[in-house]
């Protein structure tokens, strides 16, 4: 492949993440106003049982499961939890970043520890090809591309880890992780906000 067809190619994958990006965001806003106008009050109440039961220990263990263990949990979900319950933004922000980054230091570490097994080898050769040539190439960028869009978060943890990218270097770009939180936090204010 030549650098011209390369850098097209990269040039796409940009697009298509911009595209993707900006769609999950009008997704999002749009379940939070559908869940806001139709089970508003459902919604405030599981919100405050939420807070009241499991306050920030709880969005913490929201964040770090899907973002250690790419279960198919949206984190989100526990902004919104947090937010309708009535907790302020930055201990929210700070209980879901703490999660955040506890859960991507726990896939670092799964990737760290797996990475001479058949499994993973298997997979960085054949659908994680793309992203084990990108994390050799251009580690850091990659994790904060996945820190601060939708793409999945634990899965360039594993990845870091397993391509040895140094925990230093892994911890410092996933503090990235609060754009997103603060940017999923807004949006979910929008959405609350536009069927008040």
Avoid: H, Q
């Avoid at 990659?142 to 391509?163: E, K, M, Q, R």
């Amino acid at each position: 492949m030549t650098a011209r067809a390369t850098a097209a190619a990269d040039e796409l994958d940009a697009r298509r993440l911009i595209v993707s990006s900006l769609l999950a965001v009008a997704g999002l806003v749009a379940v939070i106003a559908i869940l806001g106008a139709w089970f508003r009050e459902p919604l405030l109440l599981a919100g405050r049982w939420f807070v009241d039961e499991l306050g920030g220990p709880g969005i913490a263990v929201g964040f770090l499961v899907p973002d250690a263990f790419t279960v198919p949990i949206p984190n989100d979900a526990f902004l919104a939890l947090g937010r309708a319950g009535g907790m302020p933004t930055v201990p929210l922000v700070a209980w879901a970043l703490l999660g955040s980054v506890s859960g991507g230091s726990i896939g670092w570490l799964i990737g760290r520890a797996l990475r001479r097994t058949r499994g993973l080898d298997r997979f960085l050769t054949g659908r994680g090809a793309g992203l084990d040539r990108a994390l050799r190439r251009r580690g850091p960028w990659v994790v904060a591309i996945a820190a601060i869009t939708p793409l999945p978060y634990s899965v360039s943890a594993w990845a870091a880890g397993s391509t040895a990218m140094p925990y230093p270097t892994f911890f410092a770009v996933s503090l990235l992780r609060v754009v997103r939180i603060v940017g999923a936090l807004y949006l979910i204010d929008l959405g609350l906000m536009s069927v008040t």
